[in-house]
T-cell receptor, first 114, second 112 residues
Framework: NAGVTQTPKFQVLKTGQSMTLQCAQDMNHEYMSWYRQDPGMGLRLIHYSVGAGITDQGEVPNGYNVSRSTTEDFPLRLLSAAPSQTSVYFC?????????????FGPGTRLTVL | GENVEQHPSTLSVQEGDSAVIKCTYSDSASNYFPWYKQELGKRPQLIIDIRSNVGEKKDQRIAVTLNKTAKHFSLHITETQPEDSAVYFCAASIGYGQNFVFGPGTRLSVLP
């Protein structure tokens, strides 16, 4: 299994540009999430999905959109990039079961907005 | 909503000594508490976790304790080694357990 994969690894955008960060998992996990990581602030939840066709907002959703058309993929779209969105973005997935299960992270995308 | 605090923010220990990192949470409904280790430029990796029906869990040099009454849990690393140097994050589950709130992290440095 490849686990959780993310592309691209690095990206530089200009203010106002849009782009999509890709995330895929091959573990048949129902739950997928997007986090951003800023220095000294840990990981903050942007959006999450509990299954195909179902998404919801996390702690910091403004400026981002998501969709979940398949179990495997969970892309994150930046609508109009701003310097405040400079961060490292992690996608994660975990299984839905009777008890909470381990969350697996992708390798991350380092985004710089100029 | 859930709030997770983590202390200390930085910790330096001599190789072979023990390290303890403490976290507190606010939502009594949280029932799963993982700990992640993140090396520079890498993804967070789960190192140990504990569920609310357990008070302590140990895996070799790493242990986690949970006090549900006081709403705090701690990571204990014994016989620290230089490769333990990293940022450690605690987290608490929210909702139906599909998501987590993370602490701000502790940068552990193990000095040779």
């Amino acid at each position: 299994n490849a686990g959780v994969t993310q592309t691209p690894k690095f990206q530089v955008l200009k203010t106002g540009q849009s782009m999509t960060l890709q995330c895929a998992q091959d573990m048949n996990h129902e739950y997928m999430s997007w986090y951003r990581q800023d220095p000294g602030m840990g990981l903050r939840l942007i959006h999450y999905s509990v299954g195909a066709g179902i998404t919801d907002q996390g702690e910091v959703p403004n400026g981002y959109n998501v969709s979940r058309s398949t179990t495997e993929d969970f892309p994150l779209r930046l609508l109009s990039a701003a310097p405040s969105q400079t961060s490292v973005y992690f996608c994660a997935s975990n299984r839905r079961g009777g008890a909470t299960d381990t969350q697996y992270f992708g390798p991350g995308t380092r985004l710089t907005v100029l | 909503g859930e709030n997770v605090e983590q202390h200390p923010s930085t910790l330096s220990v001599q190789e072979g000594d023990s390290a303890v990192i403490k976290c507190t949470y606010s939502d009594s409904a949280s029932n799963y508490f993982p700990w992640y280790k993140q090396e520079l430029g890498k993804r967070p990796q789960l190192i140990i976790d504990i569920r609310s029906n357990v008070g302590e869990k140990k895996d070799q040099r790493i242990a986690v304790t949970l006090n549900k009454t006081a709403k705090h849990f701690s990571l204990h690393i014994t016989e620290t080694q230089p490769e333990d140097s990293a940022v450690y994050f605690c987290a608490a589950s929210i909702g139906y357990g599909q998501n987590f709130v993370f602490g701000p992290g502790t940068r552990l440095s193990v000095l040779p």
